[in-house]
């Protein structure tokens, strides 16, 4: 059990923009790409009507700087909002 979670840490300090992506392709490589790699892109990936309500709202814009992906506000996760 404490491998994954390490693994999990780790994943969440890396910054790909340091390895020349773009704020955008950042993100995408995060969620469009492997869902399409999963071959789950038809109910997860991205928004859009007819799938998994599954996302994050942040503060701040993380096209603007990719750090801020870590200034979660609030988890919608399958349509409830987790408290």
């Known amino acids: 059990m404490v491998k994954p ?3 999990s840490i780790k994943m969440h300090d890396f910054n790909p923009t340091r390895a ?3 704020n ?3 993100l ?3 969620t469009t790409v492997p869902a399409k790699f999963l071959g ?3 109910e997860a990936g991205n928004i859009a ?3 998994q309500a599954t996302f994050i709202l942040l503060v701040k814009n993380p096209l603007d700087d990719i750090r801020n992906t870590r200034t ?3 988890v919608m ?3 409830t909002w987790i408290e």
Do not use: T
């Open 40 to 42: 789950i892109d038809q």
């Open 28 to 30: 995408r490589s995060a």
């Open 24 to 26: 955008a392709e950042a």
């Open 77 to 79: 996760h399958r349509g």
């Open 49 to 51: 009507k007819g799938k």
């Open 72 to 74: 979660l506000e609030r």
């Open 20 to 22: 020349g992506m773009s």
């Open 5 to 7: 979670l390490y693994i």
